[in-house]
Structures are given as structure tokens and as C-alpha cells.
């Protein structure tokens, strides 16, 4: 809970206090729409035992939008492209995961507020915000077999490592590998939540396609914040 | 798979801009993606909005004009629209009498049509919505999303859509809406998976001799796989399961749906089944429709949705409607 | 390949169970296989009479009603009907101002309309025929059987409908046929080859990645194979198998038409292609139908029909029709 | 042209004298439709590349019916038979051979008049009145790749065989085999009637299905011979 580095301390590189700032969130955006795009078509195929086969085309479409639009105007604070980029995958994306995506980010912005620079502290804040607000409008909860069952992972294995005394680039590495289980880990689940609940047991088996780009998207976090460390 | 379009990601801005080639009595924004009745907003009269992904067609798109919607949202192909587009449909077809959204229950839809009621109330639209969800396929559990929207999406826009066209207020369009959808029932069969353009392959394997049985209209697969059966034996399997839930004591109207690749000739010989099953456990059929109305782009398989009704509904179902896919009486 | 059928044997008689419980508006003769309009024969009206194989769905029996079709006699699957049955449909609609058969020139039809155009004419109904040949993938020279009759079928029926319908006498009407006939061409492209319930297996096949230019719409293979195209493409080739032919110097109604399996996202997609097609020709389009109308059972692709027309052929087309399968103005 | 064992003259069993009679035609009846219905998915293949697939049912739906009408009301005559046979061809067949088999049949039985038995000279005039009838109504030569490639060489090998002096057997046998012949010849021609010649050059190198089914008819018309003169 009270995380013992104060945030802004200026430690080294990579310390929990290293900044977030509008360019890091920028350069995240950068690396998931290539990641997104990259495994849009893996996304797509996951979508189509368990649903309908549109979730990597739905992803890319959000991603590609929302990077062009940071692009055109750049916001200068870390929540301002957050909530640009929520808002523009709720405008462009639609079904399940274009509200649930862009609530995820809006939320995750609007928790930072207009702050310039933020510490992992308040990065850690603005996760567990955006999924608060996930789970609050889609109403599923751990074990749906949904991208909760990365997200909720990740923001607890964020939270761990810096607890603990990690920076953020260790926190998000945490993060990163507590969404990847999370996401290997729906497959024995049935789903409870979206398309994939139509299927009952037959849902059993397949590993959840949101879970999937959930863990691209934290991945990308992770890889961010090492590529700044280095 | 062989497709008749250009590329994958302009399948449904092609779509609009044929739709609008073909039918000046609509308005059709291509770059927003709203279909419009021509001459809307209609003074003093509810305007009705629906959407949802594409690949459904005629569904709805098909359904605009008088005596059914006002406009239309669509997605991409089976991915529901965008709030926008259904803000701007909203503002298009609102005489100041209110607009109702006619959602089927699917996440996508249900969150996107949310956020957009939300946002045209700001705009100072009053919004009603109603929900769609008639798939007997799908146990209506805390475990589940919910019953899908498929084939009385049709009953809804129509019934609702003569009742608006009559004049009614907005709570009572609503009220019909919502009566309609909970005398109604679905269950479909596929015989075939669906290829969708973004895929570009069968979203999943079905192969010859078995069928899927509880089948949604976005390829996603049934409840339940068996061997091949006749037509006659489908059709006991359909009816059984929407009459048993629907438990219906009148006279009901049938919508004998096709998925997209059944000939007629074949849907026509399982109407037949349809009416003998129907028959058979005592229900009267009043109206039937027969025809491809809620598609799932190439599936091959079929439908059938019942609805109940009393005088009124009848009423409503015999008044006019001229629409692209569906027009009598004017 | 799977069906939504009981046995081969009896899928048309199924189907006409079927129109039957769906349609009580048409009288269907299921043994006979017959389907008239009801309260044929109308008095000093002209009657008209079509049919051909199954398979072609809504074509005939959905274009019996009131502006189009008095009668439709529908064969076996790909076969066209018996003289027994045109006999039998002439003689239910001739109120005394004569019958028309509308046949489309295919060796079967043009034969067994034939012997029942002389028994009909035994049994003192006077009898004119129109042949339809609009397809121009056809070369129509002496050594074929002449080009075949596709889409333009149902201009000939909806605007011959329409005079008839309008009091034109026997020769009348027959000479709006001959002229509808005249200034109409169409040409077909098949995705995939048709499956009938009889053998229920592809007819040819057709490799992925390849298509068939000038197809027929009984499941024949066309002119040539090609390599897959885009749906702009598609048009180019089409509307200039058309166009060319045709020559049209006024405007045009077009007819985009769907084989049976392709879905109406696509075929809205190819109807915008090919619009851009005839605008680019300077072929003005009066008037656009797009949708599943003269089909091949399962086949996925299109055809497309054009029919130049001037005032008198504009009036009759926009005529109140109402029909199962076309409807409007009343 | 004059066949010099004179008609009916009493010559063994088997000359060109043997009777043709009601039974004969009746039994003829009885073998063409079991052939056609064993062949029935054979012609229907034939019709699948070059036609619209439906020959075999086509032509097994008709002479089922034709056997049945037979049955309940046999006629006394050959010709009445065959009359009876081509009207019922007519009435069930539909297609292009419903009409034109039909007419041969008719034609012939016509030809035959109410004669109670014939020898092998009429039943020669009755099917060359028979394939005239077809040739007329359909508008096909030889060569165009029809039915007329098996029945025009079938009637002028009956009636060779017959000017040389042959037995009904003999001069149907005869027939028989130039049907078959003329049958599997049509597989190079380009059609120039019926279905097979929209497709032009592309129906070259496929065999007939109707001069397929004509060879099945004088082949069970040779079997009828041989076995009663067996
Ligand atoms: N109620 C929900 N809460 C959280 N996530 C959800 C919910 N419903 C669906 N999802 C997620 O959305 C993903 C599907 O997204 P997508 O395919 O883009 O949308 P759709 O299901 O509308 O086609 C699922 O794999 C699941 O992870
Ligand atoms: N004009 C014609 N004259 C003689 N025989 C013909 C003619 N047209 C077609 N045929 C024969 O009919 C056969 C096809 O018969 P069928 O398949 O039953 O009818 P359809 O072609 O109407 O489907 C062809 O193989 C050919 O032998
Ligand atoms: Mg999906
Ligand atoms: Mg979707
Ligand atoms: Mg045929
Ligand atoms: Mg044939």
C-alpha cells in the first residue's frame, strides 16, 4: 500500500521514480498498435472457436486510429494521449472490446489528470482506474475466462513488485509476465462474459482472445519502460 | 475463399455506397456510416434507430423506411457500430418526440448503444432503448452474456416501427418494442460455417454430415453438433425448442429466416416442416415470412422465430411497411 | 454436401407445400405443380404464364401477383416443366382475353411450351409466346441452341405484367415482352459451382483462386476460367459484356443479381462497382434492383441485367407490383 | 431399300420375320428402364460438365412412370405401347429429352398404327419415323453432338443388316452397336444444340449424356431380341 520510494525521488534510471511522462505513453502507443498489428491475425484466429473472428481487425482499426490521432495532435501530458487514445478506440472500434478498451485508457487518463510527469505510483493509480472501470462497465469479474484475466494480474503484479520496493521498468516486467500467465491461464476456463459464454463448456479449451491482446497491450507497457531504462 | 469484393477493409463502405446506388429513398452518409429514412426527422413521430455489425443484410440497413426504422447504424462486419454513429442517427431522425434504440443483446452492442444514449441525452435527445434477446439457444444465466438478438430483431423493428408510424409516444413504441421481443423466440441450425472478409476462411470446421444446432448469426458455432438430419427432423428440433420456451397460447407469426447460402427453393420446403411441426403441437400460425432477413453473410442454414400475437400486433404486423427489403400495403 | 431437404425426390413438391402455407394469396396445385394467382382469371385481363426448372428461386412462382405473373409452372430442379403443367395454368387464367408464355430459350422450355401452346390452343385459349435470350456469354449463331434466358426474365414478367395489368390486349402485350426482351442483355460470373439435391455434388469444379466468366443459371460452367478478380473488376467485365453488346443510347434499368449464396453486404458492394462501371460508359441508370431474384440454388456469385427503356418501359416498371418476391406501389 | 426376305415370311425364330409384338415392346420396356435406372447416375455425371446435371433423373423419372402407366393400362398393340410410353415421356420427363424421347417414341408407335405384330422391316420404318420425328423437332444434324449421334448410325445399322439379309437379332444387335459407337464418338465433337453448346470449345472431349442414353435404349432393345429369340 504505501509504497516506501517516494514517487519523484530521484533515484536511478528505472527506479519507481522514474517519470512518466506524455512521450513514454506516446512511445507505448507506438509499440502495441506495431504489436497489435503484428498479431492481429493470431487475435483474429483466437476470436473464431469461442466468437467471431474480428477481434484482431477490431484492435488494429482502434490502434492505428488512435496513433493517428496522437499524431495529429499531440497531447502534452501522459492522461491527455491515455484519454485520446480511449476515446478515439471507443469511436473507432465498437463490439465488446471498443467500450471496454477505451474505458480502460479514458479512465487510466483521467486518474492522471494534467499531470506532466508521473512516478510508477500513480502509473500503478491509473491502471488499476482504467480497470476498475473495465470491470464496472462490462461487469465480469476474475475467472470470466475475459481480458480482466490479464489486466487484474498485471495491475496486481504491478502493484507487488513496487511494494516491494521495484522500479518501474521491474514493475512492468512483473506485470508483463503476470498478464501473459493470466492470458495462457483462461484457456481451461469457461466464459461467463461475451460472446464466448454462448459456447458454454464448449468455450472450455480455447484461450480467451481479449485476454490475449490484454497481455500484448501490458507487454508493450513493459517493453516501454525497458527501452527507456536502457 | 472467393469473395465478391474489392479488399477486406472497405467491404461495408462499398456496401453503403451500392446501397445508396440502388435506393435514393434513403440517405446514406458512407463516411459515417448512418442510413437515413429520406425526409426524416417526421414531425411529431418517434424516430426508431437500430445497428449493429454487418453481414446481417438485409438486417438493417434493409429496414429502413416507413412503418419500420428511421435509420440504421452499421459496423464493420460482425463487430457492433460505434456510438457515434448512432449519436448522429439519433440527431437525424429526432423530431423532439424522442428516439427509441433497438438493441440486440450482445455486449458490443449493449456498451456501445449505452454509451451513445448517454451521450445523445446530453445532446438534449430523449432516449428509450430496448433489447433484443430471443435466442432460445442460450441459457439466460448469470453465466452467460444473455440470450442473443437474431430473428425477432425483425418482429421488434416492424411492430414497433407501425406503432411509431401510427403515431404513438415514445413510452408506448417502447412498451411495444419490449412486448414484441418478449413474445418472440429464436433458434437457429447451421449447415455450414461462415467466412468472414477480415478472415478470409470458415470460422470453424463442420464437416459434411453434421450440422450445428443453437447457432448465433455471427458464426459463432452452436450448442451442440449432431449428424445431418432431414428437413423434417430440423424442423421438429427448431419448433420444439422455441415453442417449449415460449409456451405461446395464441396464434403466433413464423419467420422461416435464411443464414445467407440456402436456396429458397430449400427454405420454402422447410417451411413446410415448420408449419407441420407447428401444427402438429397446436399452435396456429397467423402470418408467415419466409425469406434471407437476419443473415450471417454465407452461412448456409436457417431460422425460425415465433412471435405471439393478439389483435394488436397483428394489427401492426399487417400495416404498411416499404422498406428495401420488406414492403407491402403502400 | 449437406441440405436442408428431406429426400431429392420430393424438394420441389416440399417447397410448394411450403410457398403454399407461406402465400395464401397464390393457389398452389402441389401435385400439379401449378401456382396461380388468386382469383385468376380476371376478367378481360390477359394472363401470363411462366415457368422452367427449380432452382431459379423466387423466380417464377415469387413473381405470381398482381402486375406480374397470373400463373408459374415450376419442373424439376434444373428441368424445365411439362406441357401438362402450362396447359393446366393456361386454362386457369384465361379469362378469354388469351395467354402469354414467357419462356426462356433453352432447348427443354422452348419444347414443352411449345407442345402446350398447340394442346392449349386445341382446348381454344389463345395463346402468344415471347422468348427471352438476354444472355450475351452466349454467342447466338447456328451452331448453338441460341442464347439463354437469365435475368431479363423478370423485366419481360414485370413489365409485360404491368401492360397486362393495364388492360393491354394479347398482342399488346406480347409485343411489350418482345421489346423488353430486345432491349435487355445480362451476363453472369460464378465464385462456385452449384450443388443439386439430385447428384449433391458440385456440378464442376472450381478451383480456389479462379472464377467462371458467363455463366448460365443451371449450374453450367461458363465461357472461361479466369483468375480471381476484385469486385471493380468483376464490373469492368461485366457491364462491358453488356454495354457492348447492347449498345444503349438512353437509360437503363439495371438488375444486380445474386446467384444465391453470395451475401447482400457483397452484392450491395458489386452494385456500387458496377454503377461506377455504367457511369463511366455513359449509361445513365433509371432505376436499380439489387437482390437474389433469378438464382442458380446454392452458387455464389452474380449477374448483372440491364434493360434500356424509355417512357412507356420506365411507367410499367414503376406500376404497382405485388408479388411474394417483388412488391411495391400497392 | 428393298429387303429381300419378304416381311413375315415364316423363317426360323429370329429371322427378320420374328413378331414384334405388344409383349415384346413391353418387355423391351422392362429392360430399358432397369438399365436406365442403373445407369441413372452415370448420365447424370455426363451431364454435370457439359449440361445441368440432371439427365439421369431426368430420364429414370420418366421411364418409371412410363412402366407404371404401361402396367395399369397395357395396350394390345406395339404401337400402342410405344404411344403410350412417348405421351407418358412427355407428360413426366420435362427438359429437353422429355419432348424430344417423347416424340420418337410417339412417332414410332404411330408409324406402327393398331397392327397387332410386326416384323423387323416395319419396326425398322417405325424407328426411323421415330429419330425423323426427333430430328425434326429438335433441329439437330448428325454431328451436332445430340441423341441423333446414337440413333441415326442404330437405324441405318438395323436397316444394313436387314438389306443384307439379318435376323431381327441380328440387325438390332447390329444397332446396338452402332449406337454405342456413335455414343462414345460424340465425346470430341463441339456441341452445336441443346445446353452442351453454350459452352463451345469446351464441351469438346466429353461424351453426350443423351446419345448416351439413346445407346442404353437400342442396347436393351437388342437384349429384348436376343433373349426371346434366345
Ligand atoms: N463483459 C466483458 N467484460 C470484459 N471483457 C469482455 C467482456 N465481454 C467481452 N470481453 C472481452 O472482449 C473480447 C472480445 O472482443 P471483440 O472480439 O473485439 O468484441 P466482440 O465480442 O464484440 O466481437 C473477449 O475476448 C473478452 O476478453
Ligand atoms: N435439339 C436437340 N436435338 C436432339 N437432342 C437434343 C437436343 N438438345 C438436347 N438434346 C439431347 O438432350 C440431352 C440432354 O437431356 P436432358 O439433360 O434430360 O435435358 P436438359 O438439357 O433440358 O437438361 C443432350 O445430351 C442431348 O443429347
Ligand atoms: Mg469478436
Ligand atoms: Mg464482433
Ligand atoms: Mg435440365
Ligand atoms: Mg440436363
Same sequence: chains 1, 4.
Avoid at chain 1, 33 to 42: F, L, M, N, P, Y
Avoid at chain 1, 192 to 200: D, I, P, Q
Wanted: glycine residues 12%; hydrophobic residues 45%.
Amino acid at each position: 500500500m504505501n509504497a516506501l520510494p517516494s514517487p519523484g525521488s530521484p533515484g536511478s534510471p528505472g527506479s519507481a521514480g522514474a517519470t512518466v511522462d506524455a512521450d513514454f505513453v506516446r512511445r507505448w502507443l507506438d509499440t502495441a498498435t506495431a504489436s497489435v498489428d503484428r498479431e492481429s491475425e493470431r487475435l483474429t484466429e483466437l476470436d473464431s472457436p469461442i466468437g467471431d473472428a474480428d477481434h484482431g481487425s477490431n484492435m488494429r482499426r482502434g490502434f492505428i486510429a488512435a496513433r493517428g490521432a496522437v499524431e495529429q495532435e499531440p497531447p502534452g501530458t501522459p492522461g491527455g494521449v491515455l484519454v485520446l487514445v480511449g476515446r478515439t478506440l471507443i469511436s473507432t472500434v465498437g463490439g465488446a472490446s471498443g467500450p471496454l478498451y477505451g474505458t480502460l485508457l479514458r479512465k487510466a487518463g483521467k486518474e492522471l489528470g494534467d499531470e506532466e510527469a508521473v512516478g510508477a505510483d500513480r502509473l500503478r493509480d491509473a491502471l488499476r482506474a482504467g480497470v476498475d472501470g473495465v470491470a464496472q462497465l462490462g461487469g465480469a469479474s476474475a475467472g470470466d475466462k475475459t481480458m480482466l484475466d490479464a489486466l487484474l494480474p498485471a495491475v496486481d503484479a504491478l502493484t507487488g513488485a513496487l511494494d516491494a520496493g521495484g522500479s518501474l521498468a521491474e514493475g512492468l516486467a512483473a506485470a508483463a509476465s503476470a498478464a501473459d500467465e493470466g492470458a495462457v491461464a483462461t484457456t481451461p476456463l469457461r466464459a461467463r462474459k461475451g460472446r464466448a459464454s454462448y459456447l458454454g463448456e464448449r468455450s472450455v479449451g480455447h484461450q480467451d482472445p481479449g485476454a490475449t491482446s490484454a497481455a500484448l497491450l501490458v507487454d508493450a507497457l513493459a517493453a516501454t519502460a525497458r527501452d527507456g531504462a536502457a | 475463399m472467393k469473395m465478391l469484393i474489392n479488399v477486406a477493409e472497405t467491404v461495408v463502405a462499398d456496401a453503403l455506397r451500392g446501397m445508396a446506388a440502388a435506393h435514393p429513398e434513403l440517405t446514406v452518409d458512407v463516411e459515417r456510416r448512418v442510413i437515413v429514412r429520406r425526409g426524416a426527422p417526421y414531425e411529431g413521430k418517434v424516430g426508431l434507430v437500430s445497428g449493429g455489425g454487418s453481414g446481417h443484410e438485409p438486417l438493417h440497413g434493409g429496414f429502413v423506411g416507413r412503418g419500420m426504422l428511421d435509420a440504421a447504424c452499421p459496423g464493420e462486419v460482425f463487430t457492433s457500430p460505434v456510438p457515434d454513429q448512432m449519436v448522429r442517427a439519433a440527431a437525424a431522425v429526432d423530431s423532439g418526440a424522442g428516439v427509441l434504440f433497438i438493441v440486440k443483446n450482445y455486449t458490443g452492442d449493449v456498451l456501445n448503444f449505452d454509451m451513445a444514449a448517454e451521450l445523445a441525452e446530453d445532446e438534449g435527445v430523449q432516449v428509450a432503448k430496448v433489447l433484443v434477446n430471443d435466442d432460445v439457444a442460450v441459457v439466460d444465466s448469470l453465466f452467460t452474456a444473455g440470450r442473443r438478438g437474431t430473428g425477432a430483431t425483425l418482429f421488434v423493428e416492424k411492430l414497433a416501427g407501425a406503432a411509431a408510424d401510427a403515431g404513438a409516444p415514445l413510452d408506448r413504441v417502447a412498451a411495444v418494442a419490449r412486448r414484441v421481443n418478449e413474445s418472440s423466440r429464436s433458434f437457429g441450425v447451421a449447415l455450414s460455417a461462415v467466412t468472414t472478409p477480415a478472415k478470409g476462411a470458415p470460422t470453424f470446421d463442420l464437416p459434411s454430415g453434421e450440422l450445428e444446432l443453437g447457432i448465433g448469426i455471427h458464426g459463432e458455432p452452436g450448442r451442440e453438433r449432431r449428424a445431418m438430419m432431414t428437413s423434417g427432423e430440423i424442423a421438429d428440433v427448431v419448433v420444439d425448442a422455441v415453442v417449449e420456451d415460449l409456451q405461446p397460447d395464441g396464434p403466433v407469426i413464423v419467420l422461416v429466416n435464411g443464414m445467407g447460402a440456402t436456396p429458397l427453393l430449400e427454405l420454402y420446403g422447410f417451411n413446410a416442416e415448420v408449419h407441420r411441426a407447428l401444427t402438429e403441437r397446436k399452435v396456429p400460425v397467423a402470418r408467415t415470412l419466409v425469406g434471407n432477413y437476419v443473415t450471417s453473410l454465407d452461412m448456409a442454414g436457417c431460422s425460425v422465430s415465433i412471435c405471439q400475437v393478439d389483435e394488436e400486433l397483428l394489427g401492426l404486423w399487417d400495416a404498411p411497411v416499404s422498406t428495401p427489403a420488406l414492403r407491402w400495403g403502400c
